[in-house]
């Protein structure tokens, strides 16, 4: 340990022991932090939230130990700029990464960064999204861009770019375990993220799974044959259906030449190359024990399609949908199980907060849909569980508003860190305690990535408990209020209905005081639309 940073472990220490007089059941040491968060990992398929679709005993294991966030959203519902909010602890039009597409300003300060100022180990392992490498890590081994289910590449820290052969998620896994037990020291306290690729789009599960799910058929949402009739453009217009725009051979696993003998044309000009991208990176071993589970679904759809009706087919769809999905987060419930089993054998598991989220919601069917991005129930929403014993009482629930906003700040507080004040987050400790007084009631959502896939139209909104208020911008200029407590699956705009004006007028000043809150503002709308439109990136 050098000179400075003894310095600040002294300041640190003394910071620490003031809080400990302030709250006394904060802990004496500082703890670690592991991070766990799956990609596209809709709430819906964690069996802490619902059991009617899956079963995830591990990830359940920390809401039994810990708490269960019913209430958690994110505040831009895609990828990498997720990743961003979390790292910033800003909203996407601070901290610049608006969608997928514009560059992480890798200048700005994020929490792993003050974590490891303070003397805290840190490492990354897996899916980050961003096109450049994280800072403030000591150890990485990150996915390029969305990383590949089967034999996947790394960008490493240390040693350059590596292939590595095997099921990305265990991969993964193994990687997160052998840090822990072999880079690690006992000395200093550790943040350690570890992000699944999984289950984001193709679905691919790992060998162990796929005869298990493939013989398994799912509860459809009643939201499956949505017509959108209650809302507006916004609904109608995104291209995120089942049955028109999933693709067959990428994400139903139909390969392109029985497409071609079935006369099934391509939903996206990549679908076909997309089904080549993954099972084509399959070793001829790897390819085989696939084929022997797939190849009998793919001559029974064959039979079958001729004669199907457009309602068999979204059925159909739905179902081999969710037996990919679900059974590609088999494994990452696998992996987080062996992660919580590694600190319990070793002595890890009390001082150490263990958080469970995803980089948003997904659509699982409900209004025919697949992907995110919607201020709308399952993509706004978020999975949240945490563990964190002698501070989180096991086995609770909180139904605050939190979001993807407030990691950055809880982290630093429970590392007794003050939090740069140009964070707009809030910390969670207080919750954490049952201490639920003052917290936030509406929170601020703001959506830029289009025109591009799925195409879902910019918006930003106002939630309450009670009410959802959305603008769609851009191309449209339309404006929906939904009531949360009379129509839970958001059917029916009703912002035109005379008995809401003045639900409408109060959430629009609302709305209003929170874009000045948080500094967004109409002309930072255009700025974005601008630099956008220069880009010129989606030509469909
Ligand atoms: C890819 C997917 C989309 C998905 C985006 C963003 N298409 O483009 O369905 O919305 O990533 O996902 S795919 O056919 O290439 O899989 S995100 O999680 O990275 O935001
Ligand atoms: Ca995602």
Known sequence: MNFKTSILFVKLALLCCAACQEKNDAPAERPNIVFIMADDHAYQAISAYDERLTHTPNIDRIAEDGMLFNNACVTNSICAPSRAVILSGKHSHLNGKIDNIFPFDTTQITFPQILQDNGYQTAMFGKLHFGNNPKGFDQFKILPGQGWYYNPEFITKHDGR?????????IITDMTLDWLANERTEDDPFLLMYLHKAPHREWLPAKRHYEEFMKKSFPEPNTLFDDYKGRGRAAKEA????????????????????????GIAETAKWDKGAYERTVGRMTPEQKADWDKIYNPMIEEFSKDYPNMTQEQLMKWRYQRYMQDYLGSIAAVDDGVGRVLDYLDQNNL??????????DQGFYLGEHGWFD??????????TPLLIRWPHVIDAGTTNSQMVQNLDFAQTFLDAAGITAPSDMQGESLLPLFRGEIEGFRDAVYYHYYEYPSVHMVKRHYGI?????????????IDEWELYDRKKDI?????VYDDPEYADVVAELTEQLAELRIKYKDSPELDQEFIAKYEGLKRWDK
């Open 162 to 170: 590596i292939k590595v052969e095997g099921y990305t998620s265990d």
């Open 239 to 262: 291209e995120m259906n089942l049955l028109t725009h999933m693709n067959w051979a990428g994400d139903s696993k139909i390969p392109p030449e029985v497409m071609d003998a079935l």
């Open 349 to 358: 598991s009390d001082n150490t907060i263990v958080v469970y989220t995803s």
């Open 372 to 381: 995110k991005r919607f201020i709308y129930n399952e993509s706004f929403k």
């Open 463 to 475: 939630v309450t408990e009670d009410y959802k208020l959305v603008h769609f911008y851009y191309d």
């Open 489 to 493: 699956y958001e059917m029916n705009n």
